[in-house]
């Protein structure tokens, strides 16, 4: 059971560099998320989907891009990379939209 | 806006003995889900429990239990019989029902003493 995994765990960017933090969920779910997590903080929406062709903004999404081509896979892609996006990035995905299961994480520094 | 409040940035238990955490919300909508979301150290957000609005009966899942009050929009985590495993960040989260997003709180602190 794989569940949602995502790549890289960790990651050290310099500024302005771009990056793509890959998700992917083997659970035939149809809504797919991006969350990141400040220090002290809970998780804040960056961006989700529906369904495989539908995107839409989450609470933070400037800085960021994301692409649903299929129903496995939600990436995330960081454009101009800047200090304030150090966090910790954590994808999911729910069938009903209603209970949301987690990926492990990814720690990203911009440096 | 929707809010979600933890007001007890920590909290302590000792192993075996039982321990709340608080959670209050600030919602209008009548349609909504609330959740509590472990995060050990490893930082992977783990589902305790989950409680549909609609449903009077608090959820119970093994060890965990909520009280969820409606009307006074709080919705508490009861942990029973604390074991070490137990100690983690715990977080409160919101979705209404027609939503796509989960609204946390900042999360409690819980430490087990052996």
């Known amino acids: ?111 | 806006a929707q809010t979600v409040t933890q007001s007890q940035p920590e909290m302590s238990v000792q192993e075996a003995e039982t321990v709340t955490l608080s959670c209050t919300y600030d919602t209008s909508e009548s349609d909504y889900y609330l959740f509590w979301y472990k995060q050990p150290p490893s930082r992977q957000m783990i589902l305790v429990i989950r409680q549909e609005a609609y449903k009077q009966q608090n959820a119970t899942e093994n060890r965990f239990s909520v009280n969820f009050q409606k009307a006074a929009k709080s919705f508490s985590l009861k942990i029973s019989d604390s074991q070490l495993g137990d100690a983690a960040m715990y977080f409160c989260a919101y979705k209404p029902g027609g939503s796509e997003k989960l609204v946390f709180g900042k999360g409690t602190k819980l430490t087990v003493n052996p």
């Open chain 1, 1 to 111: 059971n794989a569940g949602v995994t995502q790549t890289p765990k960790f990651r050290i960017l310099k500024i302005g560099q771009s990056m793509t933090l890959q998700c992917t969920q083997d659970m035939n779910h149809n809504y797919m998320y991006w969350y990141r997590q400040d220090p002290g903080m809970g998780l804040k929406l960056i961006y989700y989907s529906v369904g495989a062709g539908i995107t839409d903004k989450g609470e933070v999404p400037n800085g960021y891009n994301v692409s649903r081509s299929t129903t496995e896979d939600f990436p995330l892609r960081l454009e101009l990379a800047a200090p304030s996006q150090t966090s910790v990035y954590f994808c999911a995905s729910s069938v009903t939209g209603n209970t949301i299961y987690f990926g492990e994480g990814s720690w990203l520094t911009v440096v």
